[in-house]
Structure formats: structure tokens, C-alpha cells
């Protein structure tokens, strides 16, 4: 499985970014995408997730604020209202969904900067 992401930039608080990550490899099984997020000095953070049958889960922090989206393998990350503690490193997630223990795949961060 590859993960390629794009979309981050700097923005100014209140602006809207959008961010995709292409899948490959990824045989057609229940599976769960999405993006964590990672600030300086802190642990990496659930943003939004999406499964390949259409569940979603948000932070509460991003709630109302970000919509996940997904086109097959390829998902989307649509985040609006944007605070400066949204700032971090946005990575790109995939992970099988089974009851067996499974790795989890990331892609390479992009950085979101949002300046107040």
C-alpha cells in the first residue's frame, strides 16, 4: 500500500484547505482512511477517518469544521473555518479493518499552517 498526500499550504485563520491522498495497492476489503495530525511538541492526533462503506468519525475539535470524503481509494479532507491550533502536520492514514491484528500505512506528512 502507497500513500500519496497533497493539499496542505498556509492559510490564514477562517480560510479553507483541502487536502488528498491517493491509495494504491489496496485490495478491495473493508478498510478505514483518513488523517492525524501532529503540532509541534505533541503526540499524533485523530483528525477524521472514513470507511470504504462510507462511516465517518471526527475529532471533536474538527467537527463541524472538516468533511472527510473518499472516491475509492483516494479520500479527501475538506477543512474549513480554519483556527491556528489546526496548524500541524497532516498524515494520511490506511488501515484494513478485521479482526486480526493489521499494520497500519502512512503516507508522507503535509504541513498545514494557518496564521492568525
Known amino acids: 500500500v502507497q500513500l500519496q498526500a497533497s493539499g496542505g499550504g498556509l492559510v490564514q485563520a477562517g480560510g479553507s484547505l483541502r487536502l488528498s491522498c491517493a491509495g494504491s495497492?489496496?485490495?478491495?476489503?473493508?478498510?478505514?482512511m483518513g488523517w492525524y495530525r501532529q503540532a509541534p511538541g505533541k503526540q499524533r492526533e485523530l483528525a477524521a477517518t472514513?470507511?470504504?462503506?462510507?462511516s465517518t468519525n471526527y475529532a471533536d475539535s474538527v467537527k463541524g469544521r472538516f468533511t472527510i470524503s473518499r472516491d475509492n481509494n483516494t479520500v479527501y479532507l475538506q477543512m474549513n473555518s480554519l483556527k491556528p491550533e489546526d496548524t500541524a502536520v497532516y498524515y494520511c492514514n490506511f488501515k484494513r479493518i478485521s479482526w486480526y491484528t493489521v499494520p497500519d500505512y502512512w503516507g508522507q506528512g503535509t504541513q498545514v499552517t494557518v496564521s492568525s
Open positions: 495497492g489496496i485490495i478491495n476489503r473493508l478498510n478505514r
Open positions: 472514513i470507511t470504504s462503506d462510507g
